[in-house]
């Protein structure tokens, strides 16, 4: 492998001078760059396509994702919003990092999941903590809700889309909306202001009352079509997630039994300590297959 | 204001420490005509007074709609107001793209007020010689704000800019209180008092003044030409009632409802006192 080009001074020679990092100011220019929702400072890069990409056939843009999380599942219920995934981050088959967690609070209104590859989720986490500092520093009690959030996404995701170098991953967003001036958060009922959006790695989205990413989307939709509803109880929503994660540990290979739950309530968002459920695989078919199976010698 | 050896540049400075270039251009502020803005718990109200520079020529418009949240009135170099109109759209809808909500009213008025600070601190521009009122809706209630040349801007409850403001800021003074709770109607027909106060000659007609009204639920409308005919209509009305103006002040809510009752009383107490001439100023009343 050819030793890639790094960002050091081009005064160290030729060929050793990577893409500028730093913008030059110039007298003519107002101030130094200034962070947008359009172009992040950090990752501006990510933004733009690299022209050395362009040139050179031999580098390549993201193709295949390495250290991945599996399903995310969120479903509303009567008081909010319900998210939970594991906290495997698998390298290939190998389960690597056992203690991921991928799910991450936004600010007191929104959280974010994501499956797929967890750099590019980093990265990701990266750009919403410098729009929640632009609205710290604005200071003026104006915070993103999560159809902001979710509509901002998907912008970058189908950015990166467009330039051939994607995001690798399958975001989830869930919040509920910050109330309005002169309206307590009492006037306005749940149902009306709960959000639950799922963003795509070339920007396809989509928000329901329940959303998956990656397998939970075959095996744990069904269950949520049949038993979900917009006023459930906690107790009921947390049982039936409860249920459709303990599907989804038994058919994924690439999850393990250690889970994150995180609510988003009016009271704001709160992400629990990771927990084990209890499963079964004590079946007779499972622990002495020959004996059972037809056939066997 | 008058000529002095540090009044050159706008980066000089004078011993007093003030920078004339910069009031000089707020005085170019003064020049336009007056517009007025006024807000409540749920709306915000701008009018502004439209001049002709002749009679064949139109009457200058002097409100924009940046958004369906957002709406300005600029008093001073027009050419300035319309760059800094066309700046405002795109924010606006830049933000609408990529977040799919409203822009926050506050946060571009401090983004414009930095574009009119960069035009103070360099050697090669000039200030902005317009002043806005930015009157708009967001998620944290109805707000107005003026700018100026200055680069300072301000949130009001109720602010006159341009020729003659000092006597509609007076008018605005005397009744901001009621203000909050005051229906759409009754901001309406403060700000057009508080605008006829600025007149030197002649009075409010449908051709020379315009109104806007945004707020919760209501997205940007303007109200000009034959629309706003209704307003000056009841305008006049009250005038012609005497005292009904000041008695609509005192009115809980829905000032032009009473004021209705009251001017009718009053002029019934007139035409019941004796003569034609009270008889025919309570005829107004009689026909609302």
């Not at chain 1, 927990?275 to 066997?296: E, I, R």
């Not at chain 2, 020529?57 to 002097?62: E, G, L």
């Not at chain 2, 405002?88 to 930095?114: K, S, T």
């Not at chain 2, 309406?188 to 009204?213: D, W």
């Amino acid at each position: 492998m050819l030793p890639r080009p790094t960002s050091h001074s081009k005064a160290l020679g030729p060929g050793v001078a990577g893409p500028e990092l730093a913008v030059a100011t110039s007298a003519v220019q107002a101030g130094p760059p200034k962070a947008s929702a359009q172009q992040p400072l950090s990752g501006a890069d990510s933004f733009m396509v690299d022209p050395h990409c362009i040139a050179d056939p031999a580098r390549q843009h993201t193709q295949y994702p390495y250290v991945t999380g599996t399903s995310v599942l969120g479903i509303k219920y009567k008081d909010g919003v319900l998210v939970a995934c594991d906290t495997l981050g698998a390298y290939g088959s190998t389960k690597r990092y056992k203690s991921v967690e991928r799910i991450k609070k936004v600010n007191d209104h929104v959280i974010i999941a994501a499956s797929g590859e967890l750099s590019d989720f980093q990265h990701i986490i990266k750009l919403l903590d410098e729009l929640t500092t632009d609205d710290f520093r604005a200071d003026d009690g104006i915070s993103l809700g999560p159809q902001e959030v979710y509509a901002y996404l998907c912008r970058v995701m189908y950015n990166r889309r467009n330039k051939m170098d994607p995001l690798w991953n399958s975001l989830i967003v869930a919040g509920i909306e910050p109330p309005h001036a002169g309206a307590s958060a009492e006037d306005v009922s749940t149902s009306d202001v709960t959000f639950l959006g799922m963003v795509g790695m070339i920007g396809t989205h989509y928000s329901d009352s329940h959303v998956t990413t990656g397998f939970a989307s075959h095996l744990a939709r069904p269950l949520f079509r049949e038993a979900q509803a917009d006023d459930m109880s906690e107790e009921a929503a947390v049982a039936l997630m409860h249920e459709a994660l303990r599907v989804c540990y038994y058919r994924d290979k690439q999850s393990m039994n250690k889970f994150q739950l995180a609510k988003v309530t009016k009271e704001g968002v709160s992400i629990s300590e990771p927990y084990a459920l209890d499963v079964q695989w004590d079946f007779k078919m499972f622990s002495q297959p020959t004996k059972w199976a037809v056939g066997a010698w | 204001m008058f000529r002095n050896q540090y009044d050159t540049d706008v980066t000089t400075w004078s011993p007093q420490g003030r920078l004339f270039q910069v009031e000089y251009a707020m005085e170019a502020v003064k020049q336009g005509s007056c517009a007025v803005g006024l807000v409540s718990n749920t709306h915000v109200v701008l009018a502004t007074l439209k001049r002709a520079q002749n009679d064949l020529s139109s009457y200058q418009r002097k409100m924009f709609k940046i958004d369906d949240h957002m709406g300005i009135a600029i008093a001073g170099l027009t050419a300035d107001g319309r760059v800094l109109c066309k700046y405002m759209r795109n924010e606006c809808i830049n933000h609408r793209f990529v977040y799919e909500a409203p822009m926050p009213v506050g946060r571009l008025v401090r983004q414009v007020a930095d574009k009119h600070q960069v035009c103070t601190q360099r050697s090669w521009k000039r200030p902005f010689g317009v002043g806005l009122l930015v009157g708009g809706y967001d998620r944290s209630g109805p707000h107005l704000y003026n700018t100026c040349p200055s680069g300072n801007y301000y949130e009001y409850k109720a602010m006159a800019i341009g020729a003659r403001s000092q006597a509609a800021k007076t008018y605005l003074e005397k009744h901001y209180e009621s203000f909050p709770t005051a229906s759409v109607e009754a901001m309406v027909q403060h700000g057009l008092r508080a605008l006829a106060a600025t007149l030197s000659e002649g009075e409010l007609t449908k051709a020379n003044c315009a109104v806007s009204i945004v707020g919760r639920n209501a997205p940007y409308v303007v109200i000009e030409d034959d629309d706003v005919e209704p307003y000056l209509q009841m305008l006049k009305a009250e005038e012609d009632a005497g005292d009904a103006p000041m008695a609509a002040d005192e009115a809980a809510a829905g000032g032009e409802a009473a004021a209705a009752a009251e001017g009718g009383a009053a002029a019934g107490g007139d035409a019941a006192a004796g003569g034609d001439a009270a008889g025919e100023a309570a005829a107004p009343m009689e026909t609302e």
